[in-house]
Nanobody
């Protein structure tokens, strides 16, 4: 199965930036739609962003539009989440996910990473 490993999380001040990376162990990384989710303590997991197999299309939850950017490098089997203008409410464990489906607007994914903690202080 596909293995996903997130990195790049940490503690930042409000207004700061952070870039998350997700390294995928997959024989055909370019065959997967990729996404980012997050989960704050006591809350349900929330969709954040997704990107099509070629990287030509992206989709974001309204709360991060204009601040976050998802991208991918298929040659490196890696997907990124650039997070700018961070707010305390962005604090959560961020998860990388993958699916065979080409539907970038649906939240149903097949494979998940273990998550990386992002903490934004005020």
């Amino acid at each position: 199965q596909v293995q996903l490993v997130e990195s790049g999380g940490g503690l930042v001040q409000a207004g700061g930036s952070l870039r998350l990376s997700c390294a995928a162990s997959a024989r055909t990384f370019e065959s997967y739609t990729m996404g980012w989710f997050r989960q704050a303590p006591g809350k349900e997991r929330e969709f954040v962003a997704s990107i099509s197999r070629s990287g030509s299309s992206t989709y974001y939850v309204d709360s991060v539009k204009g601040r976050f950017t998802i991208s991918r490098d298929n040659a490196k089997n890696t997907v990124y989440l650039q997070m700018n203008s961070l707010k305390p409410e962005d604090t959560a464990v961020y998860y990388c996910a993958a699916k065979i489906s080409t539907a970038i607007t649906t939240p149903w994914y097949d494979y998940w990473g273990q998550g990386t903690q992002v903490t934004v202080s005020s």
